[in-house]
């Protein structure tokens, strides 16, 4: 797929724990579509602003809109966290970091998108901030917490325990790799965590809502696009991707890009 070259803007965000970076992808103003809602993106449980690779800039052009990205704290480019990730962590971040964004990058009336655990964090923004967001997509969310789930965490978790596999984190989060590791690991392993759920988020959501999710994905059965899809308030619908496993938009991009597109075509 044929990446275009979009101007960027990096910046460093004050929050009360730390600094949080941020990248915002511009595209030329569109005479017959001014104004439009930026797309705010939430990254996985091990992901970063460069692990997105060229999803940004590649949905940037394709919906005309500037698309933002931040690193949660403790990742990538972001401030180590000071702690470790509670049993609240998801819901926190649409209180925290992902208000300090919009703020500081001057977002009023938003599209948000989270892939995987970054979907369910997406899916609490929308519910928080009501009419401000226009549209919530998520890719590959878990909407509560599964065995299938649970099993290939265990399973990533044996795989990073092996001689050097941790510098596969180290490249994106550096000295903070560990932390990562154990914040995905063991968050989600926790029995505190066992109840987690987006269904009363999910009733609080009223804008459109499209939940992408990968046959074989590996981390969350067709369950979780199912109950997204029902739970949700507003309209929505469900998008599996045959043959896809958790990360639909590096597996099949101009699929994923052109289906988030046509969704939003209609959104201000």
Excluded at 53 to 66: I, V, Y
Excluded at 164 to 172: M, N
Excluded at 199 to 217: K, M, S, T, Y
Aim: net charge negative.
């Amino acid at each position: 797929m044929t990446v275009p070259s979009l101007h960027t803007t990096d910046s460093r965000i004050a929050t009360p724990l730390g600094e949080i970076f941020a990248r915002r992808w511009h595209v030329p103003p569109a005479g017959d579509r001014p104004g439009r809602a930026p797309v705010v993106l939430l990254h996985d449980s091990l992901g970063s602003v460069a692990l997105w690779r060229d999803f940004p800039q590649q949905l940037a052009a394709a919906t005309g809109r500037e698309v933002v990205a931040y690193d949660r704290l403790g990742f990538g480019g972001s401030d180590a966290h000071p702690g470790m990730l509670d049993s609240c962590f998801v819901a926190q971040e649409a209180e925290t970091s992902f208000e300090a964004v919009l703020q500081a990058q001057g977002i009023g009336d938003f599209v948000v998108l989270g892939h995987s655990v970054g979907g369910g964090m997406a899916t609490m923004a929308a519910a928080r901030f009501g009419p401000r967001c226009r549209a919530l997509v998520t890719e590959s969310a878990q909407a509560f917490v599964e065995d299938r789930t649970l099993e290939g965490i265990r399973a990533a978790r044996d795989d990073f325990a092996r001689p050097g596999q941790l510098e596969r984190l180290r490249k994106y989060h550096g000295d903070k790799a560990a932390w990562v590791l154990s914040a995905w690991v063991d968050t989600w392993l926790s029995p505190a965590f066992a109840g987690y759920r987006l269904d009363e988020a999910l009733a609080r959501v009223h804008c459109p809502v499209l939940a992408i999710h990968g046959e074989n994905d590996e981390f969350g059965s067709l369950a979780h696009p199912e109950r997204i899809r029902s739970a949700a308030a507003g309209p929505a619908e469900a998008e599996i991707i045959a043959g896809a496993g958790h990360v639909p938009h590096r597996e099949w991009p101009e699929r994923i890009v052109g289906r988030i597109a046509r969704f939003l075509e209609g959104v201000a």
